[in-house]
């Protein structure tokens, strides 16, 4: 063994020789252990009420508090025998072997046992311990059930004479039925009589021998807070305690305490509440993509709620479940929403609306808010195509000549003067038939062309090459360029074509764009796509996916681009 772990083991002889003369002082039957009030205090990583809440909901509680003579299981941190246990093969005491054994950590061969296992994980100890607890419980709430609150031990050797001063309620065979057992682990407080503080306690009642009559009871506030990343529901009141006199055996005292408990609600809990929100604004709740399907109403109907697909507001102020019971709504912020099936595309053409409405756009801008608006993962499932300009115009109009119909309108007049010879984004559908040289017409102005360049990072496929190839023959140029990353899996390129190629991935190699030089300007274009939009089918091309076509000025071009357009440009003119 080595010389650091014979050195701490002294440590723990002392801490776990107090624990086993602990565990010789038997009552009942039962091992008595470190009380409720003794678990030492974790650190509660909830926080309510914050940015991240998007909905928080609250309630009144009436708590009550039953003297009960009960068998606990309670987890205690325990690092000393976690340690201790991860020991390669150590010579224990005989003592010290026996409380192991005991403790059921160890077998009698001294094996490490699953609890043991659990022991070196957890770095917690489960322990059991009887006696006669002061429990407070919220039996009325449907969402709180049997848990318990908070637990404060009165006396570990519980006998008739403990009860002297108590009505008893129910006897064993009532308990059950009456939920004062609560099997499952849960996390309360525990009320410490000697300190008058609360620590936080993880365990389980085991069994409930008898309840007596409440001695008190108290009004409380449930909050329950509902975010992308965690639900929490925190209960706050004022408790008043019963505290024995330290001086007189029979002569209790009320001592007013918080309550401040925070635990999370569980999975069936969150989805029963997010159906009743859905339900309450005429739409479904989405398990696979976690987002409320909605229809198209007037709480949607507004450009912060279409283009961030956000809802910060309900049409009620109370939420009635049928298993949790009733609740007032506090706070809305940001609920996450997609479209319902089938209403689709009425969201896009109010976004569209909405869009307009803002402030005058260039089609640059427009068409990339309309991508960005395609590609959200509330919509991105969808089989909705961009809108033309043409198309945007006609919608707008629908309604009369509005703000956001002149607005569109305008942005006609502001595209660059470079790009004016083509005027108009293009966008192709899926499944349509289309001609290169009426793409090519459309791009240049039908310019006739000088020389081509193609930026794009990835050439590698027989399709990429077939439209590469298609695409040079329509334009009629003597030369091109193609900028694209290295591993290209020896594809070729037409004749008096040359690779420009990417040393590296980078943000501004990214993008696609084609580019045209005439004699007299520069046609250039981002796309949306590579070089594998369309396919041949018998004697035609036809469109895959929704492509986009979106002129933009030189001098918003990336910086390898704009350099080399200068320096060709410099070289012709030699």
């Known amino acids: 063994m080595k010389k650091d772990a014979v050195k701490s083991l002294g440590d723990f002889k002392i801490s776990i020789g107090e624990q086993h003369r602990l565990s010789e002082r038997k009552t009942a039957g039962s091992e008595k252990t470190k009380t409720p009030e003794q678990i030492p205090k974790q650190k509660n990583k909830s926080v309510l009420l914050d940015n991240r809440d998007y909905l928080v909901l609250s309630r009144p509680l009436l708590l009550t508090c039953y003297p009960v003579i009960a068998t606990l299981k309670v987890m205690q941190d325990r690092p000393d ?20 054994k005991k403790l059921d950590v160890i077998s009698e061969e001294g094996e490490l046992t699953e609890l043991g296992r659990q022991v070196i994980t957890t770095k917690q100890l489960p322990t059991i311990e009887r006696g006669l607890y002061h429990i407070w419980y919220c039996h009325e709430d449907p969402l709180i059930a049997d848990r318990p609150l908070l637990i404060q031990r009165i006396n570990a050797f519980s006998s008739n004479t403990t009860l002297d001063r ?34 936080d306690l993880v365990g389980e009642i085991l069994d409930v021998e008898v ?19 965690c639900s929490d529901i925190s209960i706050n009141g004022q408790l008043s305690i019963q505290q024995q006199s330290k001086n007189q055996r029979n002569s209790v005292a009320n001592i007013e305490c918080t309550l401040k408990l925070t635990f999370s609600a569980r999975a069936e809990q969150n989805t029963h509440l997010k159906k009743v929100v859905a339900s309450v604004l005429n739409g479904e709740w989405n398990e696979k993509t976690k987002l409320l399907q909605l229809p198209l109403q007037d709480l949607i109907n507004n450009y912060n709620s279409l283009d961030q697909f956000t809802l910060s507001e309900l049409p009620t102020s109370e939420l009635a479940t049928q298993t949790l019971g009733k609740f007032s709504v506090k706070q809305v912020s940001k609920l996450a929403i997609q479209p319902l099936q089938g209403t689709e595309i009425y969201w896009q053409e109010a976004w569209v609306k909405h869009f307009y409405d803002h402030d005058h756009v260039t089609p640059l801008d427009a068409d990339s808010a309309q991508q960005r608006w395609l590609k959200n993962k509330a919509v991105i499932d969808y089989d909705i195509a961009p809108l033309t300009q043409h198309s945007i115009l006609q919608l707008l109009q629908k309604n009369g ?17 470079q790009a004016k010879g083509s005027a108009l984004p293009l966008h192709l559908s899926e499944g349509d038939c289309f001609s290169f040289t009426d793409v090519v017409s459309h791009l240049t102005g039908g310019e006739s062309i000088e020389r081509l360049i193609i930026s794009d990072r990835y050439y590698q496929t027989n399709l990429q090459k077939r439209l590469l190839f298609r695409l040079f023959s329509s334009t009629r140029c003597d030369s091109g360029v193609l900028f694209t990353s290295k591993n290209q899996n020896n594809q070729s390129l037409p004749e008096n074509w040359q690779f420009e190629f990417f040393e590296h ?58 350099v080399f357009i200068e320096t060709f440009s410099e070289e012709a003119a030699l």
């Open 81 to 100: 025998i976690a340690m201790l246990l991860k020991q390669e093969e150590p010579q224990l005491p005989p003592r010290l072997s026996a409380y192991l």
């Open 166 to 199: 108590y009505k008893i309620l129910h006897n064993k065979e009532d308990v059950h039925r009456l939920r004062y057992v609560c099997k499952e682990q849960f996390s309360c407080k525990a009320y410490n009589g000697l300190s008058q503080q609360q620590d």
């Open 211 to 229: 309840v007596c009559q409440h001695i008190n009871k108290s009004q409380a506030t449930l909050i329950w807070g509902l975010s992308d990343r």
């Open 401 to 417: 000549k509005t703000r956001a119909f002149w607005h569109a309108a305008a942005s006609i007049d502001l595209v660059p003067d």
């Open 505 to 562: 991935k980078r943000p501004e190699n990214h993008d696609r764009y084609w580019i045209f030089q005439t004699a007299r300007n520069i046609h250039a274009w981002k796309l949306s796509t590579g070089l594998d939009f369309a396919e041949e089918n018998a004697n035609d091309w036809q469109v895959k996916g929704h492509p986009s076509f979106t002129p933009i000025v030189k001098s918003n071009l990336p910086e390898y681009l704009k």
